[in-house]
């Protein structure tokens, strides 16, 4: 049984850093794509940043410039790097993770998530 289990949220001010990691565990065989979205109350779930395998990037225009996503692939791990944290940063953060893995005995790639961590930027 695969899952990722996030950690690294918590409460800081605006302009301050925070460093969230997604590390999966369980039954892998590779893993492809990761990313990390967030939902902030009544709003759509949307896009923060996504990793390719070969590490190519993509950002949301929002975050652009302040944060940094990674990956450790011997850890199987995520991280993103938030710098200069804005109030609209406050959101729920999810990672995402394109496993290839064996499912009801069917090898096969499949996208996982995590259960959220809390991300709120106050004064």
């Known amino acids: 049984q695969v899952q990722l289990v996030e950690s690294g949220g918590g409460l800081v001010q605006p302009g301050g850093s925070l460093r969230l990691s997604c590390a999966a565990s369980?039954?892998?065989?590779?893993?492809?794509?990761m990313g990390w979205y967030r939902q902030a109350p009544g709003k759509q779930r949307e896009l923060v940043a996504t990793i390719t395998s070969g590490d190519s990037t993509n950002y949301a225009d929002s975050v652009k410039g302040r944060f940094t996503i990674s990956r450790d692939n011997a850890k199987s791990t995520v991280y993103i790097q938030m710098n200069s944290l804005k109030p609209e940063d406050s959101a729920v953060y999810y990672c995402n993770a394109d496993i290839r893995t064996m499912v009801a005995g069917v090898l096969g790639t499949y996208r996982y998530w995590g259960q959220g961590t809390q991300v709120t930027v106050s004064s």
């Open positions: 369980g039954s892998i065989f590779s893993i492809n794509d």
